[in-house]
T-cell receptor, first 110, second 115 residues
Framework: GQNIDQPTEMTATEGAIVQINCTYQ??????LFWYQQHAGEAPTFLSY????GLEEKGRFSSFLSRSKGYSYLLLKELQMKDSASYLC???????????FGTGTRLLVSP | EAGVTQFPSHSVIEKGQTVTLRCDPI?????LYWYRRVMGKEIKFLLH????????ESGMPNNRFLAERTGGTYSTLKVQPAELEDSGVYFC?????????????FGQGTRLTVV
């Protein structure tokens, strides 16, 4: 099976940088996804890592180290609208069977 | 372009009753997935359709749950009879390709409460 751990909650200030960590234990996966979910809304795709290293997408970056079983999502220039839950998920099999962590709720304050 | 839509957004039913959830994927997406989030837990995979065929239903909790996708367009998930532990948010997602790095688009979910 898979075991995915994320911090339950984090707080940060508008304009700051925050790093949300995700550690996992699994026998194999295709890639690691990060999703954002605002309360009561659909999870929306943020990023995907298949190889080790950093993927940058505007204010968001995601990093993966397969050997260390570790990923992080980096959010820069935080805005109030970034307050949301951030879900780490492993993509399994030959398709998108996603195995999610419990998510990290990020609260951005002025 | 319309996203993944789910109906109803909320449903409150009594234990023992039947409920049917509906998902309309993005037009042209062959892959449709059902997920569920029980309160306090992570989102969990239920099953995957490719067009009208069930590709993987390993996450279905038990035989009280029946998913269909007749014609390969919209899908329904029926719970019969519903139990208290079935309460949660049921998400549907769809994707165009089966490649592993293809983004899955999620619907807003149906919040099911069994009382």
């Amino acid at each position: 099976g898979q075991n995915i751990d994320q911090p339950t909650e984090m707080t940060a200030t508008e304009g700051a940088i925050v790093q949300i960590n995700c550690t996992y234990q699994t026998s194999g996966f295709n890639g690691l996804f990060w999703y954002q979910q605002h309360a009561g809304e659909a999870p929306t795709f943020l990023s995907y890592n298949v190889l080790d290293g950093l993927e940058e997408k505007g204010r968001f970056s995601s990093f993966l180290s397969r050997s260390k079983g570790y990923s992080y999502l980096l959010l820069k220039e935080l805005q109030m609208k970034d307050s949301a839950s951030y879900l780490c998920a492993l993509g399994l099999g030959g398709f998108q069977k996603l195995v999610f962590g419990t998510g990290t709720r990020l609260l951005v304050s002025p | 372009e319309a996203g993944v839509t789910q109906f109803p957004s909320h449903s409150v039913i009594e234990k023992g009753q039947t409920v049917t959830l509906r998902c309309d994927p993005i037009s042209g997406h062959d892959n449709l997935y059902w997920y569920r989030r029980v309160m306090g837990k992570e989102i969990k995979f239920l099953l995957h359709f490719v067009k009208e065929s069930k590709q993987d239903e390993s996450g279905m909790p038990n035989n009280r749950f029946l998913a269909e996708r007749t014609g390969g367009t919209y899908s329904t998930l029926k719970v019969q009879p519903a139990e208290l532990e079935d309460s949660g948010v049921y998400f549907c997602a769809s994707s165009q390709e089966v490649a592993s790095n293809t983004e899955a688009f999620f619907g807003q979910g149906t919040r099911l409460t069994v009382v």
